[in-house]
């Protein structure tokens, strides 16, 4: 049942768009600066966000700016690092934890909920505390180190979150199969399981890592002996002469690869669907 | 697939290390007065408590809770319309529309934040003394944590069983009414965990606070941030424990509401195979 | 899956490889913890490559917090520049070092006790006194200044430059002064706005309660009395670095700020060719600072640390660094170095002819303060001193009643 849509419902679907396009520009404001700030000669003028001439120098700084390169050079090591750790931990965590009995099961999830659902500020105090503890043993422990527990921390629970259920859907037939074909388990958990699981392994490290590069309160408190992230460079240093412009240069570049990838990623998506319906 | 119960092990062991430890380093901390964590000056006090009879402590957290419940609340009124609309339309590449709206959260959020503070500052606005109020801080915090509302539901709706909502057309019941009685009570498991990863981040950050609020905002976040920063471990433990019962109090009210929720869908669904067989 | 595993590991180790060769560090790193905006970024570079090695360096906002970073070390910081306040605290704590004074090798730091300005060498020897006498081979005072209100001289503002002038920090408290609304911003440290509070009243910044006396703690009158008079200043913005800037941009008309924190400001809209339309006030009752390089007792290079302090005590590095941050020089010999150069016909900002440009002589006369920061006639000046915890907890405590 084809019907011809009538000027009422092209209206609805007009006010609809115009919605979401409202919604996502709100979104795109402080982007829309950001870009803005990474051509802008003066973007650090006393004057906020007056035009002081076109140029390329912000980009050079990410460059040359020691401070700034090295507060993203961390920040990628923290995050690319915990990323893989955690999905590594999340996955072996996940398959233990199916195959706990029920009531062992229950008090797993509920420890697990806990990184996930406690404020990110008393879980950033909470491991500066317990590293303090180290701090007479270990005195520069702070830093890498402190910053990787404690992004391995909160991202193991959302890589968990996206394996656990795929492994309840998981056959386990055909890991029983193998067994019985004398394929050791450990192999057969290789061969069998884990491949079945990478998409969702995959969607489990992507939230993580998104999560992990825009943390800010949890580096906040457990930074160290010159290991930062990009977020606490720009936190402490907004208000300063010397705040890079570069930071927004750096912001700029990553969303225009990204938004390039997207596009990319959708033409290319767009041409199979076509190739698709054209069979 | 039992033989891998030990693999949960290391992951026990490292929650019980990094959530259950600290609760009771807190908890001891609480009654040691002493500068910082110099353990070896730390006399027994309950002084602590005593600060605990501060009203600007309940002030903040009702402002924190008043902050978050109107982002959270914002959140919903335009994020839910746009992953409805989104999932319900008939674009052929609704993905690249999502990717659309991610793209703003790879722009690091502290940047978005000085962003919009730059803008907020500058001449023509500075006039309209839109900074340092607690609307300010919300439409601030409302924009950066939006796609934290959007995604849970829109992935919600999408899995939802379109023919579910065909049957109801098809018998003829009104699209609002389908609306309220079968989409939105299955969309609300969505709507939950958007509602907690927004509120979370809401009520206890103290970046926007901060600067947003230009120190005039004060939220429990900034209390619990200055308390630390000048060295009173001590009254700061007891905070940090304050603020995580209170949001575990905020998250079970959530929570609750979601199982009630999904007792009323359990039933809504085996009413609606009830319909399908007397089809 | 082994393949994927295998290139995502090795792509990880490959860019953990790269990363740490562009962020090598020689062995010999400096940690060094200042307030922001605070130093010349290239005498950190000069100092890198005279003595081979990295400086590593972190900032922060308040006084408090450079002691908490201190304390709680979870950074060994080689050298921290704090307040006066915090480091008598620091001191009494045995959380700093003795500096090197002795060595040979250092010839500007072993000359500490002839080379700082008179005015501040006696509010030293007032200040960090304790039973074995004045500790100051503990400290190397780095700049030193008073307490201000930057304000704005726009049409329209003029009451509050007349408010200042006669009335002081009162300025800031009574809103009675001025015949239309003004925008008044406050530093966002908790100690300081009691302080300036206090000295608005004519009082001694440290006083616990009305009587005048010292306590461990604030009586509940004295609280309270805070509570409700800073409530019914009703500040515009609590804030730190932007303060300055808010002033210069006339988003406020007036803020409470140190003195540095003005020249800084002017020297930026010099820059930018902007019209200065601000000025700034030390009242007659004021409080003195002076922030000092130290080595904390965490230290793990104290080597290093005492050559940066000898590097920034040489007259020439000093003059430098203060001319690149504009603070007030704690040096007699920089303070000569200005004069000399402003006889010289030298220019502050900008060359003969170009625009904006201002003579050293001229800057110098217009801001008299800047050589000397208690110039002119004072009825009190005060210094802030150590205060304990529980102090501190009080006084965040009255700040937070305000929001």
Known sequence: MIEKPSIWQNVATLLRAFFVIAVVSLMYIPVVIIIYQSFNAGANSISPLTWGGFTWDNFSEIFTNRQLYTSILDSLLVSLWATFIATIFGLFASIGIHALTKKARKAMDFLNQIPMLNSEIVTGISIMLIFSLLRPIFPKVFGF??????HVFFMVPYVILMVLPKLEQTDESLFEAATDLGCPPYKSLFKVIIPSLSTALLTGAFLAFTLSIDDFVISFYTQGNGFSNFSNYVYASYTKKNFSAGSYAFNALLTFATLGIVLFAGIKMGKKKNKKEGK | MKRFKWLSFPYFVWLILLVITPIFVMLAMTFLSMNGMSFSKAVWSVDSYARMGDPAIYKALWNSLVVAFFTVLICFALGYPVAYIISFSKLRNKMLVLLVMILPMWSNSMLRIVSWLRLFSTDGLAALHLLGSNEAVIFVTVTTYLPFMIFPIYTVLEKMDRSLLEASRDLGVPAWKTFLKVTFPLSLGGVSSGVIMVFLPAATGFAISQTIGQGKVRLIGNLLQSVFEKNNYNFGSLLSIFVSLCIILAILLIIGLNSLVKKAKAKLASSSLNKGGNL | MKKAFIIVFSALIAFTVFATTVLATPSNILYLLNWGEYIDMSLLAEFESTYHCQVVLETVTSSEAMYQKIAASTTSYDVAIPG????????EEGLIRRLDVNNPDLPYLGAYKTSFSDDLSSLIYEYMKDEDGVYNDYFMPYFWGAYCAIYGTRPGEEEVEA???????????????YSSPKKIGMYDTARWILASYLLSQGLDPNITDRDGSKDDDLSPAMVEEAKSKLKEAHFDEFGNDQLKRNVATGSLDMCFTQLGDFFDTLFLSLEEGK??????????????????????????NY??????????????????????????????SVVELYKEDARKGAYYFGEEDSKGSLLLSDFLSRYPVYLDPLAGKKDAVYMLEPKSIRYLTTCETIFNSLA
């Not at chain 3, 009242?283 to 080595?295: E, G, L, N, R, W």
């Not at chain 3, 000093?318 to 603070?327: L, M, R």
Request: proline share 5%; hydrophobic share 45%; with cysteine.
């Open chain 3, 275 to 300: 019209d200065i339309e601000f000025n700034v006030a030390v009242p007659k009752a004021t409080a003195a600072f002076f922030d000092s390089m130290v080595i904390p007792s965490t230290c793990q």
């Open chain 3, 303 to 332: 080597s290093l640390a005492n050559k940066f302090i000898n590097f920034m005590l040489n007259p020439e590095k000093a003059y430098q660094n203060a001319k690149a941050i504009g603070y007030s020089p704690t040096l007699k």
């Open chain 3, 84 to 91: 006066d306040y915090t480091v008598a605290e620091l001191h």
């Open chain 1, 145 to 150: 180190v402190t910053m990787l527990v404690a």
């Open chain 3, 163 to 177: 408010a200042l002038k006669e009335k002081g920090f009162e300025a800031f408290y009574n809103r009675g002064l």
